[in-house]
């Protein structure tokens, strides 16, 4: 026969699981699609330079996730002693932003410029974005924080890896406010603290059994 002790962990551990589970499984449901306001910029000078843009197509995505908003190559048939120019190249990334669950959707806008040099063999290119840098939109039930992320430069045109510009979307990932004083949440404990505070009386109801088990056995 097992200990009750034993039975009652190993009740505990499966109530622990089955929580996490649940938690894993309320991940909300997204889609997204980015859009360029232009698929390449045309660099001044000698030769035939620039940068190409991807246009992403729509895709999903579960609670908070990083995404990749654009692509970035660029090309030139410049001489590296006398590359293509690109000077204050504005851009702009419209998001199309979809909550599955309400079907609700929004449109947010990002933007910024590019400067810099390219040549056939050469590629030196910043990306500066304009604020806002950040955006929040409700849709439905759920809250969606969307930031501007990393830039990653292109490479030569040679080059087999692409640049790119990501964004962070965090979904419901807000610190909540403290509890009142005096009072509880409101909610139901963790399976964590459950567990926890099982284990704690468990260990109390053994002592005491032992207490009374030395009792008897002095009889």
Same mark, same amino acid.
């Given at each position: *026969?097992?200990?009750?002790?034993?039975?009652? %962990?190993?009740?505990?551990?499966?109530?622990? +699981?089955?929580?996490?589970?649940?938690?894993r499984?309320?991940? $909300?449901?997204?889609?997204?699609?980015w859009e360029?306001?232009?698929?390449?910029?045309k +660099?001044? #000078?000698a030769? &035939?330079? #620039?940068?190409?843009f991807?246009?992403?197509?729509?895709?999903?995505?579960?609670?908070?996730?990083?995404? $990749? $908003?654009t692509?970035?190559?660029?090309?030139?048939?410049?001489?590296?002693?006398?590359?293509?120019?690109?000077?204050?190249?504005?851009m702009?990334?419209? /998001?199309v932003?979809?909550d599955?669950?309400?079907?609700?959707?929004?449109?947010?806008?990002?933007?910024?410029?590019?400067?810099?040099?390219?040549s056939?063999?050469?590629?030196?290119v910043?990306? &500066?974005?304009?604020?806002? %840098?950040?955006?929040? @939109?409700?849709?439905?039930?759920?809250?969606? *924080?969307?930031?501007?992320?990393?830039?990653?430069?292109?490479?030569?045109?040679?080059?087999?890896?692409?640049?790119?510009?990501?964004?962070?979307?965090? @979904?419901n990932?807000?610190?909540?406010?403290?509890?009142?004083?005096?009072?509880?949440?409101?909610?139901a404990?963790?399976p964590?603290?459950l567990?926890?505070?099982? /284990?704690? %009386?468990s260990? %109390?109801? *053994?002592?005491?059994?032992?207490?009374?088990?030395?009792r008897?056995?002095?009889?």
């Amino acid at each position: *026969m097992k200990r009750p002790t034993t039975v009652l %962990l190993t009740a505990l551990l499966a109530l622990t +699981a089955f929580g996490v589970s649940q938690t894993r499984a309320d991940f $909300v449901p997204w889609s997204y699609n980015w859009e360029p306001s232009t698929l390449s910029i045309k +660099a001044g #000078g000698a030769g &035939t330079g #620039g940068l190409s843009f991807t246009d992403e197509p729509l895709k999903h995505a579960d609670g908070t996730s990083d995404v $990749v $908003v654009t692509n970035i190559r660029a090309f030139s048939s410049a001489t590296r002693s006398q590359p293509d120019l690109i000077t204050k190249a504005a851009m702009t990334f419209t /998001l199309v932003l979809k909550d599955e669950l309400s079907n609700q959707t929004a449109t947010l806008k990002f933007g910024g410029f590019f400067n810099g040099s390219i040549s056939a063999t050469s590629a030196n290119v910043q990306f &500066t974005p304009t604020v806002p %840098l950040t955006e929040t @939109v409700k849709l439905g039930n759920n809250t969606y *924080m969307v930031n501007l992320g990393s830039y990653a430069p292109p490479g030569p045109p040679a080059a087999s890896n692409a640049g790119s510009i990501s964004a962070h979307v965090a @979904v419901n990932e807000f610190t909540p406010p403290p509890p009142p004083h005096g009072g509880g949440t409101g909610q139901a404990p963790e399976p964590s603290t459950l567990l926890l505070s099982c /284990l704690g %009386l468990s260990g %109390l109801g *053994m002592a005491g059994w032992r207490k009374l088990r030395q009792r008897f056995a002095g009889v």
